[in-house]
């Protein structure tokens, strides 16, 4: 008997097909993550550490104010940069940027310098508190963003500061 070549083809190929090699459990990939288990944030949660609101939250202020015509840092704003040196000692990560503000009396050149004197003071500060000055940018806007708009004593000691920002 005299087997024909398409029926020994089509016998060799069944023969074949059931010889598939089945894939192994590792070699699979990972089956897909149904909705209720992937990781959602809870809105209880918090802000995120090194956020403005998180550290807003830790510290004693995020700001400092300074007297007229003045840069230096008194006792109270030492306090209040205390408080940012230890959130900046535990937060390694997190760098900042100190602004430098002015009130409105004064040319715009003279505040901008007025203004980048107060934020290095800040930032000279933070630095001796073993802070890396690497870490710490500084800005100044001079009188350019006033925290309180008037042309008076309340408005101008809100103005006269060094404001610190996270940098994300």
């Known amino acids: 008997m005299r087997l024909s070549p398409a029926l020994l083809a089509s016998a060799a190929l069944i023969a074949l097909a059931g010889c598939a090699k089945t894939?192994?459990?590792?070699?699979?990939?990972p089956p897909p993550v149904e909705q209720s288990q992937a990781a959602t944030p809870t809105p209880d949660a918090g802000p995120q550490p090194g956020s403005q609101e998180h550290f807003r939250a830790a510290v004693q202020s995020d700001r400092?104010?300074?007297d007229t015509d003045q840069s230096d840092v008194d006792a109270t704003d030492r306090a209040v940069l205390d408080s940012q040196a230890a959130y900046l000692r535990q937060y390694p990560q997190?760098?900042?940027?100190?602004?430098?503000?002015?009130?409105?009396r004064g040319t715009r050149e003279y505040n901008l310098a007025l203004g980048e004197r107060r934020a290095n003071?800040?930032?000279n500060y933070l630095a001796s508190l073993g802070i890396d000055a690497a870490r710490i940018s500084v800005l100044?806007?001079?009188?350019?963003?006033?925290e309180a708009t008037g042309s008076d004593e309340a408005a101008w000691a809100q103005n006269r500061r060094a404001v610190t920002v996270t940098v994300q």
Do not use: M, N, Q, W
């Open 23 to 29: 894939p192994k459990a590792e070699d699979l990939p």
């Open 64 to 66: 400092i104010y300074f």
């Open 121 to 123: 003071a800040a930032k």
């Open 94 to 104: 997190v760098r900042v940027t100190i602004e430098g503000h002015a009130d409105e």
């Open 140 to 146: 100044s806007y001079g009188k350019e963003r006033p």
